[in-house]
């Protein structure tokens, strides 16, 4: 792998000599500053508290994936104790969060003091209480439900992907793929300029994606392995984000596309993030215009990635090298794979492999984190002599909304439960910030009226928020082509009028 990087052996082995030595803030919020000894303390007590319930490591515990202190707490509390955290999206009608927790079957649910979960939880639930010290309670939660037996003995993580094509589906990733994968993200980094300081301290690490999305998880594990501080935004502000750059003098940092485009909406002044070498972006396609726009106003390198939950992170990616020596001729690449990270192929449409070089075809990569299988993705893209990875469109109609990757059928079929709705089309129109945004047609039933309100609360009801509808509009019948399928370009259509 590029990139001398100081790389470290088993990820609790890391994490556990962090709590012990490490100095100065471990986490950082916009309310509370803690360092590495609270933060040891609370991770133990945490363990403590599951082993004197009776439940041992290698049992199954489910975490809320909030993006806040409390909950990168729990999530330490858990993995570093040998137990594997189910971690929940958080961002759905409560009874479904808890309905997604059980179906995990977890030996217990931990929720801080103030997740309003609690407000849906009942005496059949499994729910420990974690208060601000660490310590578990039940509060008459399920108090006799909790058992030391789950499905399987396990480690790690188990953390579910976007929801691209259907319901989202939960991937179990073991601590050895977990220490493999965020060595290998730490070698790709040192690739971005990221670097220690000459006393050996690091940079902060800020932390702006929800803890249930594998990009937020991997953060927070590689910034307390390395020692180093998490800087949690619980909601992106460009002038905090700024704030923290400025504090921690960061060497790089991420800006998915919508944050990038907040930035430069902002008019941050580029004496402010005078430390950076680069910036680096992911999550989602980055617009050529907003890249040059960034590169032109801030003297940076915009530097790519490519990563999915099913790879447990990033696979591919630009480094500072790559993009001196490479960009003026490969702008459009996502970035580089590493044969010791991961092997690429292509298959036709018809599901052939297509071995010429540079070929564009569906997406199939080798992840050696993961094992010795190819996983398919909805991909299309091309893969050139040098190992450079360029996108060209996917084989599925997904949304990407401000780097959540979203599946217009999961949102049509739930505008379809409603009873006023006979039909539903979903597509996604593009939107400044967030890249964009999914919107609705729907087929009212007879003697209804269309209450565009309504339908956006009904789909909040079920599903995450960035699920919901930017605009809902009605139409006799929705437009279909000669075969009978939905228009969607006539659906995409009726909201460019």
């Known amino acids: 792998m590029p990139g001398d990087a100081k790389i470290g052996g088993d990820l609790v082995a890391r994490i556990r000599d962090s709590l012990a030595s490490a100095k100065g803030v471990a986490l950082q919020s916009a309310s509370h500053v803690l360092d ?7 991770v133990a007590a945490i363990d403590e ?46 009874p479904t969060v808890l309905q997604t927790a059980r179906a995990h079957a977890p030996v217990a649910v931990l929720l801080s003091e103030c997740d309003p979960v609690l407000e849906a939880a009942t005496d059949t639930d499994p729910v420990l209480v974690v208060s601000d010290d660490g310590r578990l309670s039940s509060r008459g939660y399920g108090s006799g439900k909790i058992s030391a037996h789950s499905n399987e003995p ?3 993580i188990v953390i579910s992907t976007s929801g691209t094509t259907g319901e989202p589906k939960p991937f179990h990733l073991a601590l050895p793929v977990l220490s493999r994968a965020i060595r290998e993200i730490e070698a790709m980094h040192h690739g971005f300029g990221d670097r220690a300081r000459p006393d050996g301290s690091w940079p902060a690490l800020i932390q702006y994606s929800p803890l249930s999305h594998i990009g937020g998880a991997l953060t927070l594990f590689r910034a307390v392995a390395q020692g180093r501080a998490t800087a949690v935004l619980g909601k992106f502000e460009p002038e905090v ?26 008019d941050i002044q580029p004496s402010r993030l005078s430390s ?18 960034f590169i032109q106003r801030y003297g940076l390198p915009v530097l790519g990635n490519y ?33 010791s990270v991961a092997q690429a192929r292509v298959r036709s449409p018809e599901g052939e492999l297509i071995d010429d070089e540079g070929a564009v075809g569906i997406l ?27 996108l060209h469109g996917r084989t599925d109609d997904a949304i990407i909304r401000g780097g959540f990757k979203l599946s217009p059928r999961t949102i049509a079929d739930t505008l379809r439960q409603h009873p006023a709705v006979r039909d539903a089309a979903v597509v996604g129109i593009a939107h400044e910030r967030l890249g964009q945004v999914p919107v609705a047609v729907v087929e009212m039933e007879d003697g209804t009226c269309l209450d565009s309100e309504e339908l956006q609360a009904f789909v909040r009801s079920r599903l995450p928020a960035y699920f919901v509808p930017a605009q809902v509009r009605a139409t006799a019948s929705l437009p279909r082509n000669a075969t009978m399928k939905v228009d969607r370009r006539a659906i995409g259509a009726m909201f460019e009028q």
């Open 49 to 94: 508290g599951l082993t004197a319930i009776g439940i041992p490591p290698d049992s199954t515990v489910a975490v809320m994936g909030r993006n806040n202190i409390e909950t990168a707490l729990i999530l330490l509390g858990v993995v570093a104790s040998g137990r594997c955290a189910a971690i929940i999206n958080p961002f759905r009608a409560a």
């Open 154 to 156: 396990r480690a790690g």
């Open 36 to 42: 590495w000894r609270c933060v040891a303390s609370h």
């Open 364 to 390: 199939e990569f080798k992840v050696g984190r993961i094992g010795n299988s190819w996983i398919q993705t909805s991909d299309v893209g091309s893969v050139d002599a040098e190992g450079f990875l360029t």
């Open 307 to 339: 990563g999915a939950t099913e790879f447990c992170g990033a696979i591919a990616a630009w480094s500072l090298d790559d993009f001196r020596q490479y960009y003026s001729t490969r702008s459009g690449a996502v970035g580089r794979i590493h044969p």
């Open 276 to 293: 950076l070498v680069s910036v680096w972006s992911g999550t989602a396609p980055l617009r050529p215009e907003d890249r040059q726009a």
């Open 241 to 266: 984000w700024a704030q923290m750059v400025e504090q921690w003098q960061l060497f790089t940092t991420g800006l998915p596309p919508s944050m990038m485009r907040m930035v430069l909406k902002a």
